[in-house]
């Protein structure tokens, strides 16, 4: 088994290990076989915590014992496909081993996560998170005059789907000026109310509209 250490800086761009060394924060990577095994954060080149990459037959609890139990680390216990998408589940442990967070994160074929949902780790059931609607990039079929002059939304934009403790949809918010100048609701009928005709309909087909106003399924769907 070969390894292999390259280092990162925050916003996730390799840079030397003597830029690291210099840096006030940094990223650590390891690389068993050009797979990443662990992620140390350095903060004033200080071992902060990170992230680990679970193998078949290794222990999230007796590996947190081995890395350190003072530091904050979180361990991607499972990762797998459905649907098409990308489901991780991560997991962290205060120092006395008691679950600290359980959550899992749904990525699209782009590599962009649509959702980020915090898990009960006694009962293994969904409770809180957000789902993000991406369309960023796709057209604009408001403000497009017909195939010759397509407009496309900004590359960001989004629709974030909030929830609350009791798996409630809690406030919707878009990044942009969407709908009626309108970026926020506190509810599903207040959205439909300013959206359906005007963005519902033409970007959000049923399907869709239910995934993301409901914290289950976690998966989409379609």
Known sequence: MSTNIKYQNLSKQFITEQQANSSDEFLKLYYEDNFLKKREYYKGNILIGGGYFLSDGEVDIEVFQQLGTHLSWTFIVNQEIINGYTVIEYR?????????????????????????IDIDP????????????????????????????????????????????NGQL??????????????????????????????????MPTPVLNYFTNLEPLVPPF
């Open 170 to 203: 809690e406030h919707i918010y878009f990044n942009i000026d969407a709908i009626k100048d309108n970026e926020n609701w506190d509810s599903l009928s207040s959205f439909q109310f300013d959206a359906q005709e005007i963005f519902i309909d033409h970007m």
């Open 122 to 165: 006694q009962t293994n059931q969904p409770i809180t998170g957000v789902k993000y609607f991406l369309f960023g990039g796709q057209l604009d079929p408001f403000t497009s005059d017909g195939p010759d002059f397509p407009v496309y939304w900004q590359e960001d934009a989004e629709g974030e789907f909030t929830f609350d403790e």
């Open 92 to 116: 962290s442990y205060h120092s006395d081993f008691t679950p600290r967070e359980t959550f899992k994160k749904v990525i699209n074929s782009d590599e962009k996560t649509i959702a980020l």
